[in-house]
């Protein structure tokens, strides 16, 4: 059934329609709400700045198909997928907007990109695969070999939002990524019950199908859906959590046992760091207040309680702290530095839950967004001890190890593309708008006769 009675609920506050329970304030107890107000850095870049977000525009040079207009995710690795996409077109509007590309350099590159999405090829059940090759275009698996492997609706959400953000940028371009995402069956991703689903497909052909996301990312990309008037109602909601105390400031976590719902539950920046960047912790309607005010509180509070704990670890403990999900050179090639995880504070974590300390990384790409959403001294020193991680003619590493100060000389479209977004947004704030223009899926939502089903919804009488 279409989810027609959840629409109106959806356009408002993440914090409306009972979807953020009474009571998430009084858990955050000790939340210093006063840094909610907090300006950042805003205004045009300086010299340096326009530097630094060159530096990270060579990575997507150096690492563009030019078959498909594709861009790696990982530096000379022809693999991508829709979290990268996204990633990609972030960096192609901090392009745009420093005028590192012509107007016909940027025409060609968001034309490439739109032609793949409206012909690449769908997993079986009518979603984007996970992975896909950079020269080809078509499906893979994490071997790149070509395969159908499942689909992630973290990573379509993820994209969702960007696609929004390119329309807004590219009014002329509307049609076109309305006419790709209309392909898609949202039936797979987002539940009846407002849960975000991923699967996989096996070897045999079956499909296995898995809830997906934690506190964080999962608020997070609810925002792509409710763009898109699809409504993740249940994983909208910040419970079931918990509150863990770190040097007297409280940080709220995932309450789901891992035993049951077989999944991590590490708190992170990243998330938290993009409602900033993109949404300005704001409503998904919100297009009036300034960007001193915050409409979505509790999502404000919870990114300020992690950027506070991380800084609250340097002062207690001399230990720099600039926290995210990140790459690594060897196994386990990914790992999750958390603030908290598997009830343990600083933890770094892999997929499959074994701990790895020794790869905790002062992360580039977080060192840089909380610098720009928090004009302090601490976000100053970060600034000191990342601003020399980068490959003049690759693009930015990583980030620096916590344990011994080397490199992770790893470099990747998701740093590059974060260092890119942090700078756009302090050059014009807020990255997403509401649009209230009529889109081509406007006409089609409205249609009794040529309604694109799957799970949209339906706005004739």
Not at 2 to 31: F, P
Not at 318 to 344: E, K, M, Q
Not at 406 to 415: D, M, P
Request: glycine share 6%.
């Amino acid at each position: 059934m279409l989810r027609k009675g959840l629409i109106a609920c959806s356009l408002l506050a993440l914090t409306s329609c009972g979807v953020v329970y009474q009571g998430v304030q009084d858990g955050l107890t000790t939340m210093n709400t006063s840094q909610v107000l907090r300006q950042g850095r805003y205004g045009e870049l300086t010299e340096q700045e326009l530097a630094w977000a060159q530096t990270a525009w060579v990575y997507v040079e150096n690492n563009t198909q030019l078959q498909t207009g594709l861009v790696n995710s990982i530096d000379n690795y022809p693999s991508t997928n829709m979290s990268s996409l996204a990633d990609y077109l972030v960096a192609l509007m901090a392009a745009q907007e420093f005028e590192f590309i012509t107007s016909k350099e940027h025409d060609e590159r968001l034309s490439l990109v739109l032609n793949f999405l409206n012909k690449m090829p769908l997993s079986s059940i009518g979603v984007p695969n996970k992975v896909y090759n950079t020269t080809t275009g078509q499906m893979v698996d994490y071997g790149n070999q070509p395969k159908d492997i499942g689909w992630s609706s973290i990573d379509v959400g993820r994209l969702l939002i960007v696609l929004a953000m390119t329309k807004q940028r590219n009014p002329e371009f509307s049609e076109y990524i309305d006419k790709a995402v209309l392909r898609w069956n949202f039936c797979e991703l987002v539940t009846n019950e407002g849960e975000l689903y991923g699967g996989v497909v096996k070897d045999d052909g079956q499909i296995f199908r898995y809830k997906e996301g934690r506190l964080g990312i999962e608020e997070y990309t609810s925002y792509g859906y409710l763009d898109w008037q699809v409504v993740p109602q249940k994983a909208m909601r910040l419970d079931p959590y918990e509150v863990i105390t770190i040097n007297g400031i409280d940080i709220m976590f995932d309450g789901r046992d891992p035993r049951d719902y077989d999944v991590l539950r590490p708190v992170y920046s990243n998330p938290f760091l993009k409602l900033g960047l993109e949404f300005n912790w704001d409503d998904i309607n919100d297009n009036t207040s300034s960007d001193a005010k915050h409409t979505n509180d509790t999502l404000a509070a919870m990114a300020d309680s992690l950027y506070r704990v991380q800084e609250s670890r340097w002062d207690k403990e001399r230990i720099y702290t600039a926290r995210g999900s990140h790459v690594v050179s060897g196994a386990p090639y990914f790992v999750y530095d958390s603030i908290y995880a598997l009830g343990t504070p600083w933890i770094t974590v892999a997929e499959d839950g074994s701990d790895h300390d020794e790869l905790a990384l002062i992360s580039t790409q977080a060192a840089f967004q909380m610098w720009t959403l928090w004009k302090t001294d601490y976000t100053d020193r970060l600034m000191v001890l990342v601003r020399e991680l980068y490959d003049a003619d690759r693009g930015w590493y990583e980030g620096r190890y916590e344990l011994t100060s080397g490199y992770e000389k790893s470099i990747t479209l998701n740093t590059n593309a974060g260092v890119l977004e942090a700078l756009l947004y302090k050059a014009n704030g807020k990255l997403y708008q509401p649009n209230k223009a009529l889109e081509y899926r406007d006409v089609k939502f409205n249609s009794r006769f040529d309604h694109p089903g799957r799970c949209l919804v339906e706005t004739f009488k």
